[in-house]
């Protein structure tokens, strides 16, 4: 257990919930002082002798009522106080309007219950890290509905297109597929994506999200147990693999797979067989995987981390989605179809964004990637008082960049198309043109009719060249 350096303030009636949250973060460091409401954490915070609090937690312990009602008062009453105080808001279920009430009253990140000791570790290191501010880029959004069909999906890069066509040739055969690339860069998204393009749509696609269950768990939650089992197991659970029978089961961060669980589903990869835990038979499951990893397990195995006979297995077909920094021509489109998105949420409406808004995220490097964008108009949206916004509603983004950053002043006109070789001499003008392409594909959503009266060329044309170029329709 980590020496305390840094002091969380929990507001919470329930003794029970407060000794399990100081446990949780009394491992990264911190120390707890407790009070039962606003009202006493404001008298609190006031008193002499009163160490200096880091963060705040609040559990709304109450969904609905006038107790929730008293909560959101609190939180108002202590920012009011308090105005950099970091505020955790605790609630009963995953709701985007809960999430925008929570940020409206002044909280700056909202997890539910139950509480993850890692998303709670990492809210509060994100509430009280200087550089994200205010937790403006905390992935809130992770409540909004993520699905796209690949003609859906923003992006005009050249490396981002062509990832996306690997993925849309291989949704519809029955191999594995490996999704490499940043946290945030939209693997789930993608992984959506082939399970709508490939003949299994019909059936279930299930997530998991092996780094965020325990190791002691991960085989039960995988492959399911009978009832006593083992201590604890007083019910049969049926695992992930049987519930995405005919389906596809998307296995997110599959590097953090114990060594046993590993070599568990290199068997089923094998035989197609099942065996739950404390189970005398097995069972035979039809499941298309899809695994994703922010790490490249090549490294992974290098560092004798990784198996390299389930990785073959696993990586029939690669897919490698570049980070945002990379591809920062597409934040434009990007940042309108997110807030296009957002504005149908409940509570939200409609925004438009300024260029000198579009100008200041295109200076940025996002290291969270296009999860974080989206959890910046996110808060920016549900602060916004205006029709659209502009760059005074990103200020935390502002203060991250530095003036000195060799970065665009305005947009973009070539949508992040690269003119040069790395040599500095001018790209063939088929490489061009094949880019070009591309790009519109991507801008109108793969409507191939718009796209070739975009390019003003016919449609027989434009298919010509897909044919010449190699260029998939998904590209």
Not at 188 to 201: D, F, G, L, N, T
């Amino acid at each position: 257990m980590a020496e305390p350096s840094r002091t969380l303030l929990l507001i919470d009636d329930e003794p029970a919930q407060g000794r399990l949250v100081a446990a949780i973060v009394a491992r990264a460091g911190w120390r707890t002082v407790r009070a039962r409401d606003a009202e006493e954490a404001i008298a609190l915070l006031g008193g002499p002798g009163t160490p200096s609090v880091d963060a705040a937690l609040i559990d709304r312990w109450a969904p609905d009522g006038p107790v929730a009602n008293d909560i959101g008062d609190g939180v108002a009453r202590l920012r009011a106080h308090h105005p950099t105080l970091p505020i955790v808001m605790i609630a009963a279920s995953a709701t985007v309007a809960g999430a925008v009430e929570a940020m409206r009253t002044g909280a700056t990140d909202f997890l539910v219950k139950p509480l993850a000791p890692d998303r709670l570790l990492a809210a509060l290191d994100a509430a009280t890290d200087g550089r994200r501010g205010a937790g403006e880029l905390r992935p809130l959004t992770e409540k909004l509905p993520q699905a796209l069909a690949f003609d859906e999906i923003i992006g005009s890069s050249s490396a981002f297109r062509s990832a996306l066509a690997i993925a849309a040739k291989a949704a519809r055969a029955r191999v594995s597929i490996l999704i490499e690339g940043e946290a945030g860069v939209g693997k789930e998204v993608v992984a959506q994506a082939i399970h709508a393009a490939s003949p299994r749509a019909r059936r279930p696609l299930i997530t998991v999200n092996c780094a965020g269950i325990a190791e002691n768990l991960i085989e039960s939650e995988l492959f399911g147990h009978e009832r006593g089992a083992f201590t604890g197991a007083f019910d049969r659970r049926i695992g992930r693999f049987e519930q995405a029978d005919g389906g596809t089961l998307f296995l997110n961060e599959v590097t953090e797979l114990s060594p046993d669980a590993q070599v568990r589903l290199l068997r089923v990869l094998q035989s197609g067989e099942i065996t739950p835990i404390g189970a005398r038979g097995h069972r035979i499951v039809d499941v298309r995987v899809v695994a994703g990893s922010s790490r490249p397990l090549a490294e992974e195995i290098a560092a004798g981390r990784f198996r390299e006979d389930l990785y073959y297995r696993l990586a029939v077909v690669q897919v490698a989605v570049p980070p945002l920094r990379n591809r920062i021509g597409d934040v434009p489109a990007l940042a309108r179809h997110l807030l296009a998105r957002i504005g149908d949420q409940p509570g939200l409406r409609g925004l438009g964004i300024t260029d000198a808004a579009l100008a200041l995220l295109m200076r940025y490097d996002w290291p969270g990637n296009v999860r974080q964008l989206q959890a910046a108009l996110f808060r920016a949206a549900i602060l916004c008082d205006g029709d659209a916004l502009t760059a005074d509603d990103f200020p935390q983004i502002a203060a991250a960049t530095s003036a000195d950053r060799t970065a665009p002043s305005g947009l973009p006109s070539g949508g992040g198309i690269t003119l040069y070789e790395p040599n500095g001499h001018i790209r063939p003008l088929d490489a061009i043109e094949a880019d070009v392409i591309r790009l519109a594909i991507g801008h109108y959503r793969g409507r191939m009719t718009e796209v070739a009266r975009r390019l003003g060329i016919g449609r027989s044309t434009l298919y010509r060249k897909l044919g010449e170029m190699g260029i998939d329709s998904a590209a």
